[in-house]
């Protein structure tokens, strides 16, 4: 701030509890300041500091006290929550992979950094800011997986608050698999002789073997109906 050249300048900072006071000499065009480690409020509780500031000339007289507001946030946020399952099984596959949905909370208004790391150390990153009641999502192609490798994904997040205060990290795991899996094999011949007759076409047995627990779609056709 300004005061008179030289003058002395006491300050005193209070949360309405707890004080702490400074002094400072302005130099010859009345200019002070308080920089670095001598101002430390690490005493003083989050909330609303009341900062005033009292000039004593050289003459030995004092100044009305000049006074301002400002707000204390030490407090980091909580680490950010990760909505689980993700893409409804935890498993994010060729169809996904370019468009994974995340979601969570978090403190309103911060900014929330994600990291995907594959099992080659291999990294996406994206950033999204929460909303005014915490929540946050990435979607379309702010997370696209197709540069990591199949198998374990770890997610993690942090969060920084308006103020520039850092959450602890979040973290998650999901598992990538983006390859297709070998075309089933069929049992052959089916029905003993590959020749499905009037009493076999109710329930034609076909078996066969495919990718474990693998949805296998199997169509008969005649060349015209299937």
């Known amino acids: 701030g300004t005061a008179a050249a030289n003058a002395l300048i006491d300050v005193t900072l209070s949360d309405g509890t707890n004080t702490v006071i400074q002094q400072v000499t302005a130099d010859n065009n009345g200019a002070w300041s308080l920089t670095g480690r001598e101002v430390d409020v690490s005493s003083l509780a989050d909330g609303s500091i009341t900062v005033e500031a009292t000039a004593t000339d ?40 370019t468009d994974v949905l995340l979601e969570g909370t978090t403190e309103p208004n911060s900014v929330v950094d994600v990291t995907f790391t594959d099992g080659d150390n291999n990294t996406v ?60 094999t069929v049992d052959a011949p089916i029905e003993g002789d590959n020749l499905v007759n009037d009493a076999e076409q109710a329930d034609v047995l076909v078996s066969g073997s495919a990718e474990p627990n693998s949805v296998v779609d199997v169509a008969f056709t005649d060349g015209t109906n299937t």
């Open 125 to 184: 990153t994206a950033q999204v800011t929460a909303d005014g009641n915490g929540a946050w999502s990435l979607v379309g192609s702010e997370a696209n997986l197709t540069g990591l490798v199949d198998g374990p994904i770890t997610i993690e997040a942090t969060a920084t608050d308006p103020v520039g205060n850092p959450s602890p990290l979040a973290s998650t795991t999901v598992t990538k698999d983006a390859l297709a899996p070998a075309a089933p």
């Open 58 to 97: 050289e003459a030995g007289n004092t100044s009305p006290a000049g006074s301002a507001t400002v707000t204390k946030d030490a407090t980091a946020p909580v680490a950010p929550a990760i909505a689980a399952p993700i893409e409804t099984d935890n498993v994010i596959n060729a169809a996904e992979q």
